[in-house]
């Protein structure tokens, strides 16, 4: 498709459970990103990838969470033994190149909701 | 850190009225400023952004937002909103010490009554 693919849309875990995200950026776009929003926020930065380099995981909450992106296109977004505070819309971004005078273009995300 | 202040969180307009949504930023830098909209059900999308240049910028769908640097304010504007502006804006800002991450404000809901 044209725009950056989300999958599953939403997912519902058992805590303690591990998750696996996955998102399918635009074609040949290098820069990818995650992001976290919860109900009533704005999205927050998790991490960054420029191409399969991820050079900034500030944002990742807690060593649970993992992201990787191994051949510089598809990315995944692991949680393990998710907790309740881990519910969230899980939004993935991608842009053509490095810069920051560029536009990233979102997926749909996947809803995330821990039990 | 970068920080984005949106001052208003919900907001319920008649069709014509006009629009002003606030957006304060902290960084006192060099910083790229966004403004996305998400309609309901649908993903984020820009609405229109301001590099450098003109600080009056125009977007899609007869938005605009002006920068006032000494102010730290990126506002959004609409001078007669329609039915379907309904949906939630984010006011966003990337700058040199975030790099490309993008920062975000907390959001504003705006419903738009016929």
């Known amino acids: 498709g044209a725009g950056v693919s989300q999958s599953p849309r939403y997912k519902v875990a058992k805590r303690g459970q591990d998750v696996a995200l996955r998102c399918d950026p635009i074609?040949?776009?290098?820069?990818l990103f995650w992001y976290q929003q919860a109900l009533g926020q704005g999205p927050e930065f998790l991490t960054y990838?420029?191409?399969?380099?991820?050079?900034?995981k500030s944002g990742l909450p807690s060593d649970r969470f993992f992201a990787e992106r191994p051949e510089g296109s598809v990315s995944t977004l692991k949680i393990q033994r998710t907790q309740q505070e881990d519910s969230a819309v899980y939004l993935c971004?991608?842009?053509?190149?490095?810069?920051?005078?560029?536009?990233?273009?979102f997926g749909q995300g996947t809803r995330l909701t821990v039990v | 850190a970068q920080s984005v202040s949106q001052h208003n969180h919900h907001v319920i307009l008649s069709e014509a009225a006009s629009l002003e949504l606030g957006c304060n930023y902290s960084y006192g830098g060099t910083v790229n400023l966004f403004w996305y909209v998400q309609y309901p059900g649908q993903h984020l999308q820009l609405l229109l952004k301001y590099f450098s240049g003109d600080p009056l910028v125009k977007g899609i769908k007869g938005f605009e937002a002006e920068f006032i640097k000494s102010k730290f304010s990126f506002n959004l504007r609409k001078p007669s909103v329609q039915w379907s502006d309904t949906a939630e804006y984010f006011c966003a800002v990337n700058g040199a010490r975030g790099g490309n991450k993008l920062t975000f404000g907390t959001g504003t809901q705006l419903k738009v009554e016929l």
């Open positions: 990838f420029q191409n399969e380099a991820q050079l900034d």
């Open positions: 074609s040949g776009h290098v820069s």
């Open positions: 971004a991608s842009s053509p190149h490095q810069d920051r005078d560029t536009e990233a273009f």
